[in-house]
């Protein structure tokens, strides 16, 4: 049961446009919402991630928005670059476990120039 | 700041040999780590979580005896993969986590990731 729904699984946008990629949870108990982007060969980089009390967060060109009602979430790439091109996972996780993370599958982003 | 580094990061050996990864937070003390896996075009899958001198918890799955999770520090972790298989082949990644009260009741709890290690299996 996949825990964290990560949509779409791949996404094209030309240069300026706007990403937008959308993630939704079950557990209720998650309040901890990270976004990591990761190119091939390398290790996922904390993006900006977010915690549900509040509904947006915004650093930079990056956003979060968060509906705690609904269990979603969602990344925003305002004027996207081809430099953004990478996979992005949306993340969660509660307290106990160690704050062990709960991925998305994933969303290839290609940014046409 | 919060910079993990992975040693190597890209292995090659033969079939039935033991193959040793660390993991490294180098400017933080990480309470926890954990160990990844990750296949092409794929999620990361959880292999284990570690946390200092203690024994790792494995997840479902994931052989303890095939995978040897040490952590003799807070700053230091390895994975020993013994008696590696073509199979075993895969992109291991760490992440360490950082707790840390910032102040004015801020409070950081975040997970940063090493490079990866690219092991093949001949």
């Known amino acids: 049961q996949q825990q964290v729904k990560q949509s779409p699984q791949s996404l094209i946008v030309q240069k300026g446009g706007i990403s937008i990629i959308n993630c939704a949870y079950e557990n209720t108990a998650f309040d901890y919402f990270p976004w990591y982007q990761q190119f091939p060969g390398k290790g996922p980089a904390l993006l900006i991630a977010i915690r549900p009390d509040v509904s947006e967060k915004k650093e930079g060109r990056f956003t979060i928005s968060f509906n705690k009602s609904a269990k979603q979430f969602s990344l925003h790439i305002m004027d996207s670059q081809p430099g953004d091109s990478a996979t992005y996972f949306c993340?969660?996780?509660?307290?106990?476990?160690?704050?062990?993370?709960?991925w998305g599958l994933g969303t290839s982003l290609a940014v046409n120039p | 700041g919060a910079v993990v580094s992975q040693h190597p990061s890209r292995v090659i050996c033969k079939s039935g040999t033991s193959v040793k990864i660390e993991c490294r937070s180098l400017d933080f003390q990480a309470t926890t780590m954990f160990w990844y896996r990750q296949f092409p075009k794929q999620s990361l899958m959880l292999m284990a979580t570690s946390n200092e001198g203690s024994k790792a918890t494995y997840e479902q799955g994931v052989e303890k005896d095939k995978f040897l999770i040490n952590h003799a520090s807070l700053t230091l972790s390895t994975l020993t993969v013994t008696s590696a298989h073509p199979e075993d082949s895969s992109f291991y990644i760490c992440s360490a986590r950082i707790e840390r009260e910032r102040g004015a009741g801020a409070y950081t709890d975040t997970q940063y990731f090493g490079p990866g290690t690219r092991l093949t299996v001949l």
């Open positions: 993340a969660a996780s509660n307290a106990g476990n160690n704050r062990k993370l709960i």
